[in-house]
């Protein structure tokens, strides 16, 4: 049964979107309350999330990105957030999702945090080197983009002027700090 979860997991995830104009991913519509709910990520840790983009006319903000990780296989989901009238509680709709897989000790994954060009773009998840004594960590290995518009991740290409913010230098932030 493991060895068909894994396999079923590791399809599943095999087919996002990132690389396709149309969205393929097998989990894209699903909707969910609880991640754990979802079959292929039963046994998947929750690390945590963030809403993204910008507050709509309400106040609220549609769309956020979740962190899980099953062993050394991390898994970001880009997802709108649905409000019912008749439920205080929110339901996701998955929109995509990445898998990365076995990163060492001096790299971290980081969304909601992220710049471009000293621009706060909170859609760009990254993966980065970890420097702790600077106040950004520029030294960028991939990156992508939860393109709100298009409702899927995108692969940045050109990792020129991305960085993401150290949330824990506890220093005040200059908006023209490169990251020194």
Request: aromatic letters at 8%; one cysteine or more; charged letters at 30%.
């Amino acid at each position: 049964m493991k060895k068909f979860t894994a396999l079923t997991l590791t399809l599943l995830l095999s087919f996002s979107s990132c690389q396709s104009k149309k969205n393929s991913n097998p989990l894209h519509g699903t909707i969910y309350r609880d991640i754990k709910t979802i079959q292929a990520f039963r046994d998947y840790e929750f690390l945590g999330g963030m809403v993204i983009g910008s507050e709509d006319d309400s106040g609220n903000h549609n769309y956020a990105v979740t962190h899980i990780r099953k062993g050394k296989n991390d898994v970001l989901i880009f997802e709108r957030i649905i409000r019912r009238k008749d439920s205080p509680k929110l339901d996701y709709k998955i929109l995509d999702t990445i898998s990365i897989n076995t990163l060492n000790d001096s790299l971290e994954i980081l969304y909601g945090v992220c710049r471009q060009d000293t621009v706060e773009k909170s859609e760009i998840i990254a993966i980065v080197y970890i420097d702790i004594e600077k106040t950004f960590f520029n030294r960028v290995i991939k990156a992508w983009k939860a393109d709100i518009s298009r409702e899927k991740i995108i692969r940045i290409e050109n990792l020129k002027g991305i960085d993401c913010i150290n949330e824990g230098d506890g220093g005040c932030l200059d908006e023209s700090s490169n990251g020194e």
